[in-house]
């Protein structure tokens, strides 16, 4: 589990010590830099667990797992993982894909939300983003996954005395070729637009890639996926599932099955000392006619505006649409 000091260490962190208290903090001896993980065979399903998002995967495979499993190679022909920005509608798989890609790999994992940096001293912010880069680079090769990363890297204001200009800055100096330290970062947003420009630039951020929702195959794999280990009537017809939750995402479909699974749990109670009752295609066709996507077509809409306007805001940049498509 991962650490990180409450604001009350941190103002001691970043209280100037007596001389008297510097004296104890000298080391005896050199203290030995601590041992890096190996790279380490998939733990879990890794990969195995996503439904659909082939290309997303193809991609992956061939810039993480196949650069960090093939290093001399890599090497030689000058190769390091990029930094990656994943961004589009909420409940697409996102944050559970950038998850599986480190139990894919098996290095560590570092998950990190805005409150984990969030402080109420003056610069506390920034001297937390400083300490995960370092407690990252101390447990390397890492994945250091951030969530919402809108709101930790803001377009900065023209005001000096903005604080957040700081932490942008922190960040800025941070992420500057974090590879090279074996950190190898994921980020995700459902608001790119929001992010500071300078943040995306190469070395910073290398590829921005917008991961879309479920087209029929991929919701008719998340069928499969869900349902896999419940009690189902023999006769699902998975097809005609994802015909009829056109437009829903991963978590829609996840919920729905929920749902069902939980009506069919209550009615396998109330037989008491009888074989539970399956999940049958009316339960579930039956749910999904209740319920409409979360995702609305005017947010899709916007997000296509978004990838337009990002395309051609960015020099150098080529935003993918590799999701499920």
């Known amino acids: 589990m991962n650490r990180y000091l409450s604001d009350k260490e941190w103002l001691g962190h970043i209280t100037s010590p007596t001389n008297k208290d510097k004296e104890k903090q000298l080391p005896t001896k050199p203290q030995a830099a601590p041992p890096k993980s190996p790279i380490q065979e998939a733990k879990g399903g890794g990969l195995k667990d996503i439904a659909g998002m082939d290309k997303l995967k193809q991609l992956i495979q061939e810039c993480f797992i196949n650069v960090l499993r093939n290093k001399e190679c890599a090497k030689a022909f000058g190769i390091k993982p990029p930094s990656l920005l994943f961004y589009g509608p909420a409940g697409v798989g996102k944050t559970f894909f950038a998850e599986k890609v480190a139990e894919e790999i098996g290095i560590h994992f570092m998950k990190v939300v805005p409150d984990d940096l969030a402080s109420s001293y003056i610069h506390g912010t920034q001297a937390k983003i400083g300490e995960l880069f370092r407690e990252a680079e101390e447990k390397a090769p890492t994945l250091l996954f951030f969530d919402e990363f809108d709101c930790m890297v803001p377009q900065r204001s023209n005001n000096d005395d903005n604080n957040q200009n700081g932490e942008v800055n922190e960040f800025l100096c941070m992420l500057n070729n974090a590879a090279d330290k074996d950190i190898y970062v994921i980020a995700a947003t459902n608001h790119p637009e929001r992010i500071d420009k300078a943040v995306l630039r190469t070395g910073r951020i290398d590829e921005l890639i917008y991961v879309d929702m479920p087209d029929t195959k991929a919701r008719e794999s998340l069928f499969k ?64 006619s209740k319920r409409s996507p979360s995702v609305s077509s005017k947010d899709i809409r916007e997000f296509d505006r978004i990838r337009i306007e990002l395309s051609r805001g960015q020099e150098g940049h080529h935003p993918r649409s590799i999701g499920f498509h």
């Not at 015909?243 to 099955?257: A, P, R």
Request: proline residues 2%; aromatic residues 8%.
């Open 225 to 288: 996926l869900s349902l896999g280990k419940l009690p189902i009537e023999k006769d699902i017809n998975y097809s005609l599932l994802a015909e009829k939750t056109k437009g829903f995402n991963c978590s829609d479909i996840g919920y729905i099955v929920q749902v069902a699974s939980r009506n069919m749990f209550n009615a396998s109670i109330k037989n008491k000392g009888k074989a539970f009752k399956t999940i049958t295609q009316e339960e579930l066709l039956n749910v999904i």
